[in-house]
T-cell receptor, first 114, second 113 residues
Framework: AQSVTQPDIHITVSEGASLELRCNYSYGATPYLFWYVQSPGQGLQLLLK??????LVQGIKGFEAEFKRSQSSFNLRKPSVHWSDAAEYFCAVGVSYNTDKLIFGTGTRLQVFP | DVKVTQSSRYLVKRTGEKVFLECVQDMDHENMFWYRQDPGLGLRLIYFSYDVKMKEKGDIPEGYSVSREKKERFSLILESASTNQTSMYLCAGSGDPDNSPLHFGNGTRLTVT
């Protein structure tokens, strides 16, 4: 069965620093991969998705993610973090024939210091 | 833009009460989902529906049921609320399952006392 692991529960960075949030998945075939962000008191907003093609995916708010099949990873990156990026981030995987039935990771909470 | 609306942001109910959580989407698509979100556990799928009158169990359906009488509305029902159902509940909808991600509502935080 497919699964998603986000090994970092909580990350703290300084504003302006670079960011990488880790995500590893387990799935036998080519996965459909997603990153969502949840601001306090809000629902989840899609940051970016990978279905096929270029393994480096650009998303909203200056985020990008890279699909690495050999490492079963889909890490989220941002070169310079802003205070407004403080939120919880969820990685998710969908099966190849049904991209909206997702399995979510447990989330990484990002804290940004000024 | 796609919009998914959950009717209540906060609910407080007593143990044993029957609870309805309502979700409405303005897309003309069939797919709707209910998740619960708990710290350290992420989002877990309770039920989903790909069409009116259709429902399928997700990963944690016990203690819940759903109703889909109209395409735009998907209700989650707690037949007899218990304290372990205190959680954040998120409704989501999507379009074409081959090419469309989930769009989420803002969530309903349910407290069962």
């Amino acid at each position: 069965a497919q699964s998603v692991t986000q090994p970092d529960i909580h990350i703290t960075v300084s504003e302006g620093a670079s960011l990488e949030l880790r995500c590893n998945y387990s799935y036998g075939a080519t996965p459909y991969l997603f990153w969502y962000v949840q601001s306090p008191g809000q629902g989840l907003q899609l940051l970016l998705k990978y279905f096929s093609g270029d393994t480096l995916v650009q998303g909203i708010k200056g985020f990008e993610a890279e699909f690495k099949r050999s490492q079963s990873s889909f890490n989220l990156r941002k070169p310079s973090v802003h205070w407004s990026d403080a939120a919880e981030y969820f990685c998710a995987v969908g099966v190849s024939y049904n991209t909206d039935k997702l399995i979510f990771g447990t989330g990484t909470r990002l804290q940004v210091f000024p | 833009d796609v919009k998914v609306t959950q009717s209540s942001r906060y609910l407080v109910k007593r143990t044993g009460e029957k609870v309805f959580l309502e979700c409405v989407q303005d897309m003309d698509h069939e797919n709707m989902f209910w998740y619960r979100q708990d710290p350290g556990l992420g989002l877990r799928l309770i039920y989903f529906s790909y069409d009116v009158k259709m429902k399928e169990k997700g990963d944690i359906p016990e203690g819940y049921s759903v109703s889909r009488e109209k395409k735009e509305r998907f209700s989650l029902i707690l037949e007899s609320a218990s304290t372990n159902q205190t959680s954040m509940y998120l409704c989501a909808g999507s379009g074409d399952p081959d090419n469309s991600p989930l769009h989420f509502g803002n969530g309903t935080r349910l407290t069962v006392t």
